[in-house]
């Protein structure tokens, strides 16, 4: 073993360790724990790769209940939208959001996580607005 290996080593190690001791004296808390789940997730990912807009308003509905399940209400939830083309925030009753979705991106907020998409049609923003 050479002399510059064992300060780069030391280095390795010290820095193993102190990350392991961030981890240990703050762990998470529920609410994060809770909006990391598994099922969380996939739900998630069923929503951003649906294919139809059937498909993707049934994932919506699919994510809520797995939000509900992690413990967590549909009103933790904070839902907006956007124009895609010039970027401007768009209300959530506002009728060109209604009548094209597709041309909006969608940010769902829930405890502190965001997840964003582009809604396929009206079914898929209308569990967020029914909630």
């Known amino acids: 073993m050479s ?17 392991g001791a961030g981890q240990a004296a703050a762990p998470p808390t529920l609410q994060a724990m809770q909006a990391q ?6 739900a998630w990912q069923r929503v951003i790769q649906a294919q139809t807009a059937a498909e993707q308003a049934n994932a919506l509905h699919g994510f809520l209940r797995a939000l509900a399940t992690d413990g967590l209400r549909p009103a933790a939830l904070t839902f907006d939208a956007r124009d895609i083309a010039s970027g401007r925030a768009v209300a959530p009753d506002d009728p060109a959001l209604l009548q094209r979705p597709q041309a ?3 940010t769902v ?6 997840y964003v998409f582009r809604p396929l049609s009206r079914a898929s923003i209308e569990p967020m607005l029914r909630r």
């Open 109 to 114: 907020a829930v405890d502190g996580r965001f």
């Open 37 to 42: 789940s598994p099922m969380t997730a996939a």
């Open 104 to 106: 909006h991106e969608v």
């Open 3 to 19: 002399i510059r290996a064992i300060p780069i080593r030391l280095i390795l190690i010290c820095a193993l360790l102190s990350a």
